[in-house]
C-alpha cells in the first residue's frame, strides 16, 4: 500500500524567510503527487499537482515543489514566508492506474510563521 | 459558486446513537469521497463513490456506511455512534478524469460522540 511521510509534524519559520515542508512518499512506480493547504476551520484547497510533466511545479501563493524520483521526496518550498501563509499542509499520493483516483495523506505539517 | 456542502458543520452524539451526514455538490462531479481527520493522521478515506448508485470501502470503513442515489449526493452513516468515531469529516469530490485531477473539498464536519 502506498505510503506518505511528513517530516516534522510542526515547523515554524520567521517571516520573510524560507519555507521548507518535507514530504516522501513509497512507490516503486512514480505516482501523481500533491499537496494541499487548510487554513483553520476550513477545508483542504490544492496548492499544486505533479502528473507527470516537469518536475518543478508551481503552486498558487508562491509556493513550489521538486518532484525528485531519486529520493522518493516531493519537498515543498517557498522563498519569502508571509504571515498569511500559517496553515496545515498535507501531501498526498495517488498511485498510476488507481480506478478510484484516490488519494493517501501524510499525517500533515503545521507552519507557523513568527513576525 | 456552492462547490461542496456538506451538512451539518457540527454535531454532537451520545453513543449508540445514529445520524447521517449529508454532502452535496453542484460541479457534476462523477468522483466522490468521505474522509475523516484526526490529529497526525491526516486524512484516511472512510469510502468512496465512483458514479451514481455505487460505492465502495476505503482504508476505515468499519461503523460506517454510505449511500449515492443521486449525482450530486453522498450521505455518509453511523448507525451506532462510537468515542472512536469522534473526528473532523471531510467530503470531496472530483470529475474523475486523470488528467484533470483536483479534489475540491467541503469545509468539514465536526462530531463529537460522548
Known amino acids: 500500500a502506498q505510503s506518505v511521510t511528513q517530516l516534522g509534524s510542526h515547523v515554524s519559520v520567521s517571516e520573510g524567510a524560507l519555507v521548507l515542508l518535507r514530504c516522501n512518499y513509497s512507490s516503486s512506480v512514480p505516482p501523481y503527487l500533491f499537496w494541499y493547504v487548510q487554513y483553520p476551520n476550513q477545508g483542504l484547497q490544492l496548492l499544486l499537482k505533479y502528473t507527470s510533466a516537469a518536475t518543478l511545479v508551481k503552486g498558487i501563493n508562491g509556493f513550489e515543489a521538486e518532484f525528485k524520483k531519486s529520493e522518493t521526496s516531493f519537498h515543498l518550498t517557498k522563498p519569502s514566508a508571509h504571515m498569511s501563509d500559517a496553515a496545515e499542509y498535507f501531501c498526498?499520493?495517488?498511485?498510476?492506474?488507481?480506478?478510484?483516483?484516490?488519494?493517501?495523506f501524510g499525517g500533515g505539517t503545521r507552519l507557523m510563521v513568527k513576525p | 459558486n456552492a462547490g461542496v456542502t456538506q451538512t451539518p458543520k457540527f454535531r454532537v452524539l451520545k453513543t449508540g446513537q445514529s445520524m447521517t451526514l449529508l454532502c452535496a455538490q453542484d460541479?457534476?462531479?462523477?468522483?466522490m469521497y468521505w474522509y475523516r481527520q484526526d490529529p497526525g493522521m491526516g486524512l484516511r478515506l472512510i469510502h468512496y463513490s465512483v458514479g451514481e448508485g455505487t460505492t465502495a470501502k476505503g482504508e476505515v470503513p468499519d461503523g460506517y456506511n454510505v449511500s449515492r442515489l443521486k449525482k450530486q449526493n453522498f450521505l455518509l452513516g453511523l448507525e451506532s455512534a462510537a468515542p472512536s468515531q469522534t473526528s473532523v469529516y471531510f467530503c470531496a469530490s472530483n470529475y474523475g478524469d486523470r488528467v484533470n485531477y483536483g479534489y475540491t473539498f467541503g469545509s468539514g464536519t465536526r462530531l463529537t460522540v460522548v
Open positions: 498526498a499520493v495517488s498511485d498510476q492506474g488507481n480506478a478510484g483516483n484516490m488519494l493517501t
Open positions: 460541479m457534476n462531479h462523477e468522483y
